[in-house]
């Protein structure tokens, strides 16, 4: 994940990936995670301060009401309800588009052609199809933002990096692809999965219950537990490597599988055991690791954890409707998830 080695770049022949890809659009340049060096470096940093710690602090209060509501509007329902439907998508969903400016009304639009962005039974043109449904519209989101400027990230990057012209609209607009479907879908996925694991272990949801404080740690573990990148991060060797003493040759390709890592026995102790008191949980690499690693995990981190304790504090009769080992997953996904969690109360 580290070695300058191996690239990211998938469209360099030979790397491995799962499914066909559509073909690399000039006009896309913006997709910073296929990128390697300093063409990834410059687009980085142009987002590196909007996620920092304490920028995601401030925005913890809008995180709660988000959370909030969504729970509440849950609760007006009345049981059962989809605990996917009804408050895992929404959450991440509103918070990533106050973050870009990008109209909530639009949710269920951005949401389904992400979905067939992120899912391995899409085919080249239903991706392709879905890329440029999205692309449309954030185009013309991008336009609006250079005439109406709002207190968000797209405004802020047409003003500081567009009309100064050291970012093209077209590179933004792939940039704001990549975070409005990374913004929301991992997320997402993350909560549905974690609210899944505390449902099986009941005594873990009482007790960040009684003590909000042991969520950081919780999250820290349930994201080594559970890690929703399932398919791993695919690179391709550009020179002959030895990684654990494996001879990794120029132009094979190589996957590093997250979810082994994080089940690694010489780095966790019992490491199939979920176990939120884990003083090691913190060296998962859930996010990645490197030059590549997840832009955006102080915002995960800060979703996860007060949408865990929200949930715990205010639902605390909260149960499965079926046998959790039966409950729908999206295993076709590239991140792995939940199609439905059916609860009560």
Known sequence: MRHPGFSSDQYRPGFPVLNPIPPKQEDASGLFIFMDGEAHSRFRRMLTAEFMIKNIRRI??????????????????GPPADLMNEFALPVPSMTICHLLGVPYSDHDFFQFHSRAIMDRNSGPEEVEAALGALSGFLGELIKFKRTSPGEDLLSRLVAERVVPGELREDELLSMAMLLLVAGHETTANMIGLSALALLEHPESLEAVRDDPGLAPGMVEELLRYITVVRTGLPRLALEDVEIGG???????????MLSMANRDPSVFHDPELFDPARNEAHRHMAFGFGLHQCIGQPLARAELRIALVELARRFPGLRSRTTLADVPKRHMAVTFGLAELPVTW
């Open 60 to 77: 913890e209060p809008l995180i709660e009401e988000t959370v909030v509501e969504a729970l509440e509007r849950m609760r007006a329902s």
């Open 246 to 256: 494996r001879l990794i040759r120029a132009g094979e390709g190589a996957v590093a």
